[in-house]
């Protein structure tokens, strides 16, 4: 009994699928007209974003194969808006017959693959990038607003990538964490420098990789992830922006003040209010991972968090912050360097977690913390496996300061017998004051210094 009921049943449902694709084929056949009406088909003839421009075309929703040629990333829906339109042949288009088509689903958004872009790592993506890069300027300076995507891929590049020079609110981010890779020696990716009476505020750049196909030497000083200065002089500079979720390798630095607005020793470019957050740099960076030393005069609130520095040059240091009002810095750790890895020249420095592992103690006068200004508070540092070549005196940190407190220090390496250890090079601060610290050496020959450390206890 069971069997003969599917048995008919099973017909009926053939019928009933049959009845409902012609349903759905009849409402398509509504919603979308044939080729003859005017519409730019995927498979048709025109099909590119190119040939809609030099044909008329009668319908107000368009489909399109792709920018230049069919499947190049340019593909989508256009529909037909009234109003000016800025005919930039990625988001607005005209037709021949002058009227506008919009991509949809824009909203202000370029993805890179739009303009061209093909991400593959062969290709050179140079003039892609450079359109779409150009198109979020101009959005910007129209709207003061505007959003750049890069899919999942990796870019090839043969110049520097313009972000935008006034505006807020704009964003330049990755989806799946694509590659940049920058393919000329000596050359910035990513620069923003605010234009004459403009400021740069409120924009975010975020999950990208930023790197060179061999490494850059320190004296390619052009060599930079993200670039950041002011064409003239600026009350408010650059303000209140977002750098998260970066990785550098093989640059001179990862993010920097521009250096040329470094050479021009009279331009005032406050650069203040920003969170860092999530930074990466590797072993090929030949100089700083964040070296921002040239703003003017105690601008407020900037926050370092969560950087990872691997720098093994000793040309610099790993991170430089200086003329900062207020400076907080949260997890961050230095790997495989030598030398000063940390200056900080600010009103006032609070560091929460800092660790330092296998780095090199060059000489006294790099020890691997310098902190310079009025006020400095730290909060649990961490100095293992760090070592000397040779017999000296060494210190982990200098203190040129009005007032250092220093809580919780753990330190752990190995110095040849002939070595004097002190903690603080502190002859220039007024104020000291350190609270749980502790520390251990290979070898029981190393000396102790620094007496006016009464509270530190050696563990026995």
Not at 275 to 299: E, K, P, Q
Not at 356 to 363: G, K, N, R, V, W
């Amino acid at each position: 009994m069971k069997l003969r009921f599917l048995l008919v049943l099973r017909p009926l449902a053939i019928l009933a699928m049959i009845a409902g694709t012609a349903s759905l084929a009849a409402s398509t056949a509504q919603q979308v007209p044939p080729a003859s009406s005017g519409w730019v088909l995927t498979a048709g003839v025109p099909g590119t974003l190119a040939a809609l421009r030099n044909r008329t075309v009668s319908e107000s929703l368009v489909h399109v194969s792709g920018r230049k040629q069919t499947g190049d990333g340019g593909e989508g829906a256009f529909v037909l808006r009234d109003g000016p339109c800025r005919n930039d042949g990625i988001i607005e288009v005209v037709d021949a017959a002058g009227k506008c088509f919009v991509r949809v689903g824009s909203d202000d958004r370029i993805n890179v693959r739009w303009a061209g872009a093909r991400g593959d790592g062969r290709t050179d993506d140079t003039a892609a990038l450079l359109e779409a890069h150009n198109l979020l300027r101009q959005m910007v300076a129209q709207t003061g607003t505007g959003q750049l995507i890069y899919p999942p891929g990796t870019y090839n590049i043969f110049a520097t990538l313009p972000l935008p020079d006034q505006g807020k609110g704009w964003e330049v981010r990755g989806e799946g964490f694509p590659t940049i890779v920058g393919m000329t020696d000596n050359m910035t990716l990513l620069r923003a420098v605010a234009a004459p009476g403009k400021s740069l505020r409120n924009f975010r750049i975020s999950n990208l990789r930023l790197i060179y196909d061999r490494p850059q030497p320190p004296g390619n000083r052009y060599s930079i992830g993200i670039a950041l200065g002011c064409a003239a002089d600026s009350v408010a500079g650059i303000m209140d922006f977002h750098i998260e979720n970066v990785v550098f390798d093989g640059a001179w630095r990862g993010i920097s003040v521009d250096p040329d607005m470094f050479e021009q020793a009279k331009t005032s470019c406050p650069i203040w209010g920003f969170t860092i957050d999530s930074v990466t740099s590797y072993i090929n960076m030949s100089g700083a991972t964040i070296w921002l030393a040239t703003n003017r005069g105690g601008s407020p609130r900037g926050n370092l968090l969560n950087v990872y520095a691997q720098n093994k040059s000793a040309v610099e240091p790993a991170v430089s912050i200086t003329n900062m009002s207020n400076l907080y810095i949260r997890n961050m750790e230095f790997n495989l360097g030598q030398g000063t890895a940390l200056y900080l020249n600010n009103r006032e420095n609070l560091i929460d977690s800092i660790r330092f592992e296998q780095m090199t103690l060059a000489d006294a006068s790099h020890p691997f913390v310098v902190l310079r200004g009025g006020l400095s508070t730290v909060n649990d540092m961490e100095v293992q496996s760090f070592h000397a070549a040779k017999p000296g005196r060494y210190f982990f940190l200098r203190s040129e300061i009005g007032s250092l407190d220093l809580h919780n220090i753990y330190t752990w390496g190995n110095l040849s017998p002939d070595s004097t250890f002190d903690l603080i090079d502190s002859s220039s601060a007024n104020s000291l004051s350190v609270t749980g610290t502790w520390w251990r050496f290979k070898d029981p020959g190393v000396r102790f210094g620094n007496a006016r450390i009464q509270q530190v206890q050696r563990p026995q």
